[in-house]
């Protein structure tokens, strides 16, 4: 009976993984025949390089931003606001960190704490007064750059407090430090969503809110309470950001990254349309998205058409999880000549 | 079988299998021309599923159909569209925010270079409804008119195509009286014009006062194909459910006194709300099923919406065990113990693409509260004593509600309250497009939640299954209370009467 159970639950996470994970070992394969030093890994002080794990590094950022991001979509929505979250936090961050006599921890919880507010704002819009999740969020999408702008004074602010840059740029047992962050959030994604109920009531929502408000879940709470999440895990990407370089710079931190993360939650089999969601499958899209700008990268595939192959890429991943084009799929492999 | 000269439609072996399920093993199935053939059977029979082969959302795994002789492989609702075979589905499948005249002519639009001619669409619709003496304003949406209405207008987007065939799934369930024998002129008048005419009911009147034959499926299998005039309607039953029908016994009518005097648990005076229903007075004691009547749009759903807290009363007051209350939400109506199974379930009630067992546990989880989880262990073994005992036909409890058929979505949603311990339950339409067995099924639960000591609010058009289940029945006319019904003047001629406005009871 035990083992039983954790067959059927098994199941659902392969279900879900199958094709992202087919997709990102295909591309790890292609590097491993053609692009020379992909795969090697040194150690250096007591830390790992190499090219696996910079795509886990940069891969950060985005996988962050795809956990929020899921719970997001589950719920129906879509948050395109994170991106400029991001700019937010870091400012506020890089801001506060100058000003001396400030212990560093409420530094941290300053920057994110205004992240949270600004998820809080987009959940007021959306779960309270209705407003379609696109134009919600595209307000604080467009809004958010000047308000950093507002807290840096228009200008780059670096620092050099090494507190803050070790976010970024600090390794722990010898993997860099923003994995172990992503890694962490993983896991309290997860067991806040499917260790408790809140996980049904996201799906529930997503999949038939009248049903569910029908069936006594608030609603309203529940698409409040993703967005103050997302605006959460906008708020870490945006401090691993500004940390990676060492400043603040409002108007290219976490440029376009909201486009990412709402790729790597489809790319790993979450629906638009809202209902199941799988979080595992967007830390798998994310690294997808990451493995494939680095190839591009090491292949030199100049920087002006590197997104046509990537939207190629993106393109067969997200077909291969077409019920339908793998139906057709099988029925020509299924086919013997005659 | 051999081919017959009359024949429309022919299928002979047809098969269809779904993962694990054999839906349709080896169905025969005729329509001549100028035939009203009724196709019964229970849920999960293979009605839809041979309907929906028919008309090609699905693609047959065996099997061959002939339509005026010709072999086809229809494909896509298009295609079948295309040859003549033209559906109106259950609930109405059309699209509420458009007009009336771009749904009927939705997909086939008259256009000049690419660009739609509204007038002509206009006539064209408007002809087509014609064909059916209805007069409607075609550029209005959809969503302005009744559910009875759209279910004709969906019918004159099926006939709109130059059908050979048409295929009713269901048109009568969400109509009246009146509407159905407007609905069944229109249907003679077709068949006289030599088109055959497929419908599935479960309305057994309304099968033998239009139906020339029926053909009876049974798991997937064929039963028979019988002239219905020589068919008796308990053998059609049996032959349905595949045993002689047991029936369930009525609730005693008798010691009306008794009933009177039981203590109400919750009590409306005056309780309304513009738009929706007039001051109405009701009280549901404890341990009692109260049947509600009406027409359509008599304010019925209405008033199950306001006691729920779907909305809010303006006038009035709602009184819980003697205590005055005003629910805002669901939520506060589920904490104080009620349940509400809704009318539309497929649009209100399920979560189609979630499982069994959380549909089941959600209304339970959702009182509790997101943090007191309830364990995956606990969770199972809710999912699994229900789906047993209310007879939920499914391989397992991870199965998605969205692959039942409707008899069983519903009995999932009533597991979903049963699973409250709800001390009201208001079922509205349990019934409806349900198969025989099931409806008893569903009739059998209300007993004993009443014995139980639970009450019942049950609101359903049969008024037959009102009558025979209810101890009291309050009748609404015109988002009105018109009359109540006790003891043994309830009986289905009363309902009608006071339904129709002879006095009764009050």
Redesign the interface.
């Known amino acids: 009976m035990g083992s039983n159970?954790f067959q059927?639950r098994e199941v659902r996470w392969w279900h879900s993984l199958v094709w992202p994970v087919a997709g990102l070992a295909l591309l790890l394969v292609f590097n491993l025949l053609f692009t020379e030093g992909f795969f090697r890994v040194e150690i250096r002080d007591g830390r790992l390089y190499g090219v696996l794990i910079d795509i886990l590094n940069h891969g950060s950022k985005v996988m962050l931003l795809s956990l929020g991001m899921a719970l997001v979509i589950a719920t129906g929505g879509v948050d395109l606001s994170v991106g400029a979250v991001m700019a937010i936090a870091g400012a506020v961050a890089a801001q506060l960190i100058n000003k001396d006599g400030l212990p560093f921890p409420v530094v941290i919880v300053a920057a994110l704490a205004v992240a949270v507010l600004a998820g809080s704002w987009n959940g007021l819009l959306v779960g309270g007064f209705k407003v379609q999740p696109i134009v919600a969020t595209l307000i604080l999408m467009v809004a958010g750059r000047g308000i950093a702008q507002l807290i840096t004074g228009g200008q780059i602010i670096t620092f050099t407090d090494g507190r803050l840059t070790y976010i970024g740029n600090g390794s722990l047992l010898g993997l860099p430090f923003p994995v172990w962050l992503s890694l962490a959030m993983l896991g309290l994604t997860v067991a806040l969503t499917r260790?408790?109920?809140?996980g049904?009531?996201i799906?529930?929502v997503g999949?038939?809110q009248?049903?569910?408000?029908?069936?006594?879940?608030?609603a309203s709470t529940v698409k409040f309470l993703v967005y103050v999440f997302s605006g959460l895990c906008a708020g870490m990407a945006g401090l691993v950001a500004a940390s990676n370089i060492k400043c603040a710079d409002s108007n290219h931190a976490g440029l376009f990254l909201e486009l990412d993360a709402i790729l790597a939650v489809v790319v790993g089999g979450t629906s638009l349309t809202g209902?199941?969601f799988y979080l595992a499958g967007a830390i798998v899209g994310a690294l997808f998205i990451q493995t494939l700008t680095t190839t591009m990268y090491m292949r030199n595939v100049s920087a002006d058409i590197a997104p046509v192959p990537k939207a190629l890429a993106i393109l067969a991943v997200c077909l291969l999880q077409s019920p339908k084009l793998r139906g057709q799929l099988g029925a020509i492999f299924s086919k013997k000549p005659a | 079988m051999a081919t017959e000269p009359h024949a429309l439609l022919e299928i002979r072996g047809l098969a269809k299998n779904f993962p694990g399920v054999k839906a349709l093993q080896g169905v025969d199935f005729t329509v001549r021309r100028g035939e009203v053939h009724a196709l019964m059977g229970e849920n999960g029979a293979g009605k839809s599923t041979l309907i929906k082969v028919l008309t090609g959302v699905y693609q047959r795994d065996g099997g061959t159909v002939r339509l005026a002789g010709a072999e086809i492989g229809a494909d896509s609702p298009k295609a079948a569209e295309a040859l003549g075979i033209s559906t109106v589905y259950q609930e109405v499948n059309l699209i509420p925010h458009l007009s009336v005249a771009e749904n009927i002519c939705l997909g086939r639009q008259p256009t000049c270079f690419g660009m739609i001619r509204w007038g002509a669409m206009a006539r064209r619709a408007e002809a087509a409804l014609a064909r059916m003496d209805l007069k409607l304003d075609v550029t209005q949406p959809l969503s302005s008119y009744s559910i009875a209405l759209q279910q004709m207008i969906a019918i004159a987007r099926a006939l709109d195509v130059s059908g050979k065939l048409l295929i009713l799934d269901e048109p009568t369930s969400s109509l009246d009286e009146r509407e159905v024998e407007e609905l069944f002129e229109v249907i003679r008048k077709l068949r006289a014009e030599g088109l055959g005419i497929v419908i599935v009911t479960h309305f057994m009147d309304q099968v033998y006062a239009i139906s020339d034959r029926i053909t009876v499926l049974r798991d997937g299998q064929l039963v028979g194909e019988f002239d219905t005039a020589k068919l008796p309607r308990a053998e059609l039953v049996s032959k349905m459910i595949g045993k002689e029908l047991s029936q369930v016994p009525a609730i005693q009518h008798g010691a009306a006194e008794a009933q009177t005097k039981r203590e109400p648990l919750i009590e409306l005076r005056n309780y309304g709300r513009r738009g929706s229903v007039a001051g109405i007075n009701l009280s549901i004691g404890k341990g009692e099923v109260v049947g509600l009547a009406g027409l359509l749009g008599s304010g019925r759903t209405e008033t199950a919406r306001l006691i729920f807290g779907i909305d809010k009363a303006q006038t009035g007051e709602m009184q819980l065990d003697g205590q005055p209350v005003q629910f805002s939400s669901p939520r506060q109506a589920i904490r104080a113990g009620f349940a509400f199974t809704p009318e539309n379930r497929k649009v209100d009630g399920i979560i189609p693409r979630l499982s069994i067992r959380e549909n089941i546990v959600l209304a339970l989880q959702a009182r509790r509260g997101a943090l007191k989880t309830i364990p995956r262990k606990e969770q199972e073994e809710l999912a699994d004593k229900y789906i047993k005992l209310i007879g939920i036909s499914t391989p397992g409890a991870e199965q998605l509600v969205v692959n039942l058929s409707g008899g069983n979505q519903q009995k999932v949603l009533l597991a979903r309250w049963l699973a409250t311990e709800p001390r009201l339950l208001i079922l509205d339409e349990p019934t409806r497009g349900i198969d025989v067995g099931a409806k008893a099924e569903i009739l059998k639960l209300v007993q004993s939640l009443q014995e139980q000591g639970k009450s019942v609010l049950f609101i359903s058009s049969e008024l037959e299954e009102v009558a025979r289940d209810s101890q009291r029945v309050v009748v609404l006319r015109d988002r009105t209370k018109v009359g109540e019904l006790t003891g043994n003047q309830i009986s289905e001629e009363n309902i009608m009467h006071t339904i129709a406005g002879h006095s009764h009871g009050e």
């Open positions: 159970r059927k260790k408790t109920a809140i049904l009531f799906e529930s999949d038939n009248t049903a569910s408000t029908y069936s006594g879940v608030n209902g199941r």
